[in-house]
């Protein structure tokens, strides 16, 4: 697998993942209705660096961003988004992006990672991530409507970079 | 003190509120550099509320939004961010916008409201918040870097707006 920054030429397999996603509607508060032109533009928004796992048998498997999560006196933490295609999932792909995401992270200077919105029933994510030295540093209470579970907690998930 | 809605006239006095306090740099993790295009396209982003605190002797003195924190099924909590211009402090004006801004995301019917980034050090506004009813439901260390204090927690902070 390679995992490499995203070109023009991954659009159409980037908004093929996310659209999957955005739809299912249990692991992001996306619009699941969202159009190509508003997905691609949060995606691939200025200041974010977008990044895409190829696979030689399936094509682009999984996508992911990298953003500062504030401006001015927050831009030290960055935040982080992950999309796996529905069919390529259960192969590592998720945990090959995170591993490589934090050594960008890394790389890019940043001081943590927070991810502002992990939904509690993801429990794969959430393993993934405590796996990867992520705690839970806070939980909002019925945050997020899940389609089939009604009402669920929504996690905050953060991680220090530096020693 | 009259709260009501913005207007595209009241755009001139909310700007040099927010230059005020994005210069600060102490309470917001704004650019302290922010244009007043970029502040204003902010503050008054489409499915943003947009406020202002309108005192008799002094003119608009405060200004307030409300906004979804999340879309989809993240769409039902409210976010809320203040700003009172800092020679119109410790005359009660954020506690009347918090409020004000409270029966208003009741009537818009939001059934929670979060704060993602309260700066530790911002303690009035943390004791008004708590004080409302909010509680402390994360701490994120040392996400902002203050600009005389340095690295500082962050908090979460959240309140349920259904019995």
């Not at 619009?31 to 691939?44: C, G, K, Q, V």
């Amino acid at each position: 697998m390679k995992i490499r920054h995203a070109t023009d030429t991954d659009r159409d397999a980037v908004w093929n993942i996310f659209h999957e996603v955005a739809a299912d509607g249990d692991t992001y508060a996306l619009d699941p209705n969202i159009s190509r032109e508003d997905a691609l533009a949060y995606w691939f928004a200025p200041g974010t660096h977008t990044f895409v796992a190829e696979q030689p048998a399936i094509g682009i498997a999984g996508t992911y961003i990298l953003r500062p999560n504030q401006l001015g006196g927050g831009s030290h933490v960055v935040n982080a988004g992950f999309m796996v295609s529905t069919s390529a999932r259960g192969r590592g792909i998720g945990r090959a992006m995170a591993e490589h995401c934090l050594s960008e992270a890394l790389r890019l200077g940043f001081r943590a990672m927070q991810f502002n919105y992990v939904i509690s029933t993801n429990t794969s994510a959430i393993r993934l991530w405590q796996d990867l030295g992520f705690e839970i540093v806070g939980t909002l209470p019925d945050a997020f409507c899940h389609p089939r579970k009604g009402y669920v907690d929504v996690h905050v998930m953060y991680r220090s970079l530096v020693p």
